[in-house]
């Protein structure tokens, strides 16, 4: 079964603060790592999808990174409208996604 | 990208009653669909996917006479929440892949339905 355990479950940043939200994964056969924003009462909004180990993308002040074993969202310099939750999620065979129960991340001005 | 909406955005019912909720993707077509449940502070839990053409798949533990799915075309899903009872209430949000396209899945906008 797959498996997406995120961490830390909340993050309190000052403005300008970067940090590192992390996303470890099991998973038989990896098809695509996920991170998506979720603001209260929305849907989640997609930032980025990962296939492969040492892949890395950026958006933004936001920069992800995939390894066998997990991935990282770097969040640099941010500011109070980064304050989102930021789900984590895998697939494996068909296009059904796992998700991480999320990170809640609060940046104060 | 991609736009999927949901309608309605919010709906109080009484208990024994039963809601639809529809999915459209506007932009593009979805063979496939996918109905999720949101409990406050707790992730996305995949209740079942939609097959345009054919029966619906659930997870474990989800009831399909209760909830019920429908996808009636390539653009439209519906979810109807049957005998709603308060233990029903929670976020209802649905996602897309679009047909032969990326691995991206986008998500509609949720739908709070809160059950008296």
């Known amino acids: 079964e797959d498996q997406v355990t995120q961490s830390p479950e909340a993050l309190r940043l000052q403005e300008g603060e970067s940090s590192s939200l992390n996303c470890s994964y099991t998973v038989s056969g990896l098809r695509g790592l996920f991170w998506y924003r979720q603001d209260p009462g929305k849907g989640p909004e997609f930032l980025f999808t990962?296939?492969?180990a040492g892949e890395e993308k950026e958006k933004e002040r936001l920069k992800a990174t995939l390894t066998k074993k997990e991935s990282f969202l770097h969040i640099t310099a941010p500011k109070p409208e980064d304050s989102a939750t930021y789900l984590c999620a895998v697939r494996a065979n068909d296009y059904k996604l796992s998700f991480g129960a999320g990170t809640t991340v609060t940046v104060r001005a | 990208g991609a736009v999927v909406s949901q309608h309605p955005s919010w709906v109080i019912c009484k208990s024994g009653t039963s809601v639809k909720i529809e999915c459209r993707s506007l932009d593009f077509q979805a063979t496939t669909m996918f109905w999720y449940r949101q409990f406050p502070k707790q992730s996305l839990m995949l209740m079942a996917t939609?097959?345009?053409?054919?029966?619906?798949?659930?997870e474990q533990g989800v009831e399909k006479d209760k909830f019920l799915i429908n996808h009636a075309s390539l653009t439209l899903s519906t979810l109807t929440v049957t005998s709603a009872h308060p233990e029903d209430s929670s976020f209802y949000i649905c996602?897309?892949?679009?047909?032969?396209?990326?691995?991206?899945?986008?998500f509609g906008p949720g739908t709070r339905l809160t059950v008296l």
């Open positions: 996602s897309a892949p679009p047909k032969g396209g990326t691995n991206e899945q986008f």
């Open positions: 990962l296939y492969s």
């Open positions: 939609s097959n345009e053409g054919s029966k619906a798949t659930y």
